[in-house]
């Protein structure tokens, strides 16, 4: 498996938010739900993304922006109206009535902002899909993504938009489910767009995956992370020396082989470790310990905690979210 498409298989649409909105000028919506990413995409018009703290992007018709949360932020036709940024669950008191708080519900659709003339205003029509990323693997790549970021029509997904719109508000069986995975494809290229920019600051490993020498030792401990791998076996994979593998690994992904391939295993095990059917002996199994013993002082020494403290946090906070 690609080591991106890895990393975001934990990332999956959430089903609250598949309706056009019909946004009459002036307007502004304030997102409050709390999600992890949001993805807004105006199918027709424009608007403005404001990050709480950030810098406006302007994001057109074809555009994609995506917000890091779990921050408000806000969507509006003019930055310098409706932004403030109050708090409380109602409209923000400092932009009047023209800010809207949003929170979504699943399979809620956002109401039509009032105001506007048919006859003389061109609405934007917005769709918006929220992620509640709670797994560790995906957040890997997710975490190097900046509070907003805006990726321009990508003719990929040029063809999902028209289909997206025709489909929402469909009554058929399994209409949330197909429209769930097209915006999970969308989310993924538009990710896949942004870190390919030269503005984007992706993690080293990256970029390593591109490269001829750390390339081939990334993809192997991904494919097989339980595996006793060595830097001798590593580095054949590559057809290079141990020494020079363990040097141009850590230059590009900045630590060795190794180091790496244990951070990885910890990574995995921390969403094994949130199954209840998995054992810790089990566990540290399946992410290459032969006991659990060896396992938990890993564990313990990467996340500060061993996996049974950490076990009953994720419990305890999935039984809250």
């Known amino acids: 498996m690609d080591v991106f498409d890895e990393l975001l298989q934990g ?22 739900d709390g999600a992890y990413l949001t993805m807004c995409m105006p199918l027709r018009g424009a608007g403005w993304i404001v990050p709480e703290g950030g810098e406006p992007l302007r994001v057109e018709a074809g555009d994609a922006a995506i917000v890091r949360g779990p921050a408000p932020f ?3 036709d003019e930055p310098a109206n409706g932004t403030g940024s109050g708090g409380g669950s109602g409209p923000d008191s400092g932009s009047g009535d023209r800010v809207r708080e949003v ?6 659709d956002m109401a039509d902002a009032p105001g506007g003339d048919p006859e003389l205003d061109s ?8 992620y ?6 995906p957040q890997r790549l997710l975490r190097a993504l900046p509070p907003a970021l805006v990726v321009s029509d990508d003719e990929d997904c040029s063809p999902l938009r028209d289909y997206l719109e025709a489909r929402m508000g469909g009554r058929r069986p399994g209409d949330q489910i197909v429209l769930d995975r097209l915006l999970d494809w969308m989310l993924v290229c538009t990710l896949r767009d942004w870190f390919d920019r030269p503005e984007a600051d992706p993690p080293g490993w990256y970029g390593a995956l591109g490269d001829e020498v750390a390339g081939p030792a990334l993809r192997a401990m991904h494919e097989d992370p339980a595996y006793p791998w060595t830097t001798a076996e590593l580095a054949s994979r590559a057809g290079v020396s141990r020494t020079t593998l363990a040097k141009r690994f850590t230059e590009l992904v900045g630590d060795g082989p190794v180091a790496y391939l244990t951070e990885w295993r910890m990574t995995l095990a921390a969403d094994l470790l949130t199954r209840p059917e998995l054992t810790v002996a089990a566990v540290a199994r399946r992410v290459g310990y032969a006991d659990a013993f060896g396992f938990s002082a890993a564990f313990k020494r990467l996340r500060g905690e061993s996996p049974s403290a950490y076990r009953r946090e994720a419990v305890a906070s999935e039984a809250v979210g």
């Open 74 to 76: 806000v969507f509006t």
């Open 103 to 108: 929170r979504w519900r699943r399979g809620q």
């Open 11 to 32: 990332v999956r649409g959430k089903g609250a938010v598949f309706g056009r909105s019909m946004l009459w000028p002036p307007w502004s919506l304030r997102f409050t």
């Open 132 to 137: 509640d990323v709670r797994t560790e693997v």
């Open 123 to 130: 609405p934007t029509v917005l769709l918006v899909a929220t």
